[in-house]
Nanobody, 120 residues
Framework: VQLQASGGGLVQVGGSLKLSCVPSGKILKINRMTWYRQTPGNQREWVARISSTGAADYNDFVQGRFTISKDNAKNALYLQMNSLKPDDTAVYYC???????????????WGQGTQVTVSS
């Protein structure tokens, strides 16, 4: 399955953005959906994740500023980001742990990334 991430852009400190991730291709079942981010020279780090039941958790640096959500009918994933800081500047990637061939065989799929730039 291919994932298309969008919604990034340039925003001032304190601003908001909403990221979206939409799949193309057949998905039988999704186990977990995660947003990651990466800055040049650093490893990709997870930002927020949501389980198949809708349980969400966040990396400590989020500090209540972001909200992850999903649309089960569309298999879409979202990340509402508020109170953005310069340290949030990164390329944001979505990742699905999904079954596409057999309902019990899961594999990971990455989106292409969307750039978020927070200017001070």
């Amino acid at each position: 399955v291919q994932l298309q991430a969008s919604g990034g852009g340039l925003v001032q400190v304190g601003g908001s953005l909403k990221l979206s991730c939409v799949p193309s291709g057949k998905i039988l079942k999704i186990n977990r959906m995660t947003w990651y981010r990466q800055t040049p020279g650093n490893q990709r780090e997870w930002v927020a994740r949501i389980s198949s039941t809708g349980a969400a958790d966040y990396n400590d640096f989020v500090q209540g500023r972001f909200t992850i959500s999903k649309d089960n009918a569309k298999n879409a994933l979202y990340l509402q980001m508020n109170s953005l800081k310069p340290d949030d500047t990164a390329v944001y990637y979505c990742h699905y742990d999904a079954a596409t061939v057999h309902p019990k065989i899961f594999s990971g799929s990455w989106g292409q990334g969307t750039q978020v730039t927070v200017s001070s």
